[in-house]
């Protein structure tokens, strides 16, 4: 079955959503610096979960919101930001659509940190107003203990775990020749940095730097759409259990 809502026509949509299908999933990244992988990194991952999870959760895929709030990483080339007002409110105006159109939950799938704030006061109006469910996804949080786990020490931002999402989408995204440990810096929770120093962040010193094994990175894609998958699945029973 065709999962993207973009490629239906108006009259199946209106014949599935919502007599048959009540979720919609909504993929959310930005363009910023990602060491030597490339500036969409926190939209091609949020996308390919979706893709990944969207049959088992019974879900249509929204087109992604590829442009979010970037900070830091700013004046780095091709990134590009929103400011989150501006951000929230296109979101919320999105979302409500969603609503009109019949979706009962709509699944935020987020690629990207500096839009967690803003996406996490946009669900609770949602929720709130609108009498409809909501649940905001933060891959890469949501994944921590299986992805410390699996590569027996944490990620970072454009390190081991991200990295390894992109590689394995395609290994083309990441750019081996143009890599250096120079592009890594440990963020250090006592200083606010702008642009910080580096587009490859490390959260513990001299772990999480990005690894090249394209089987290895496949393996942990796979995994990721599992946890994400058995997540979402749990949630949307949960709803349903107690008529939510």
Known sequence: MQ???????????????????DTVILPVGTLEAHGSACIGTDNFIPQRIAE????????LIAPIVN????????????STTVSPEVFQAYIREIIDCFADDGFHNVIIMNGHGGNNSALKKVAHDF??????????????????????EFFQHAGGHAG??????????DPD????????????????????VYPIPGQILLYKAGEGYPE??????????????????????????????FDL
């Open 3 to 21: 999962r993207e809502l973009q490629r239906l026509s108006w009259l199946k949509i209106k014949e599935l959503v919502p007599a048959k299908i």
């Open 52 to 59: 990944g999870i969207a049959e088992r959760v019974d879900a």
């Open 67 to 78: 442009h979010g709030i970037t900070k830091s990483l700013y004046r780095y080339a091709g």
């Open 127 to 148: 929720h709130r107003e609108r009498l409809a469910n909501i649940c905001v996804v933060h891959w890469w949080d949501l994944c921590s203990e299986m992805t410390a």
């Open 160 to 169: 081991t775990d991200e990295t390894a999402m992109v590689q394995a989408i």
């Open 173 to 192: 995204l990441v750019d081996w020749s143009a890599y250096d440990k120079d592009l890594a810096y440990q963020f250090k929770a006592g200083a606010d």
């Open 212 to 241: 090249n094994d394209v089987d290895r990175s496949r393996e942990y894609l796979e995994k990721v759409v599992q946890e994400v998958g058995d997540f979402v699945q749990t949630v949307l029973k949960r709803w349903k259990k």
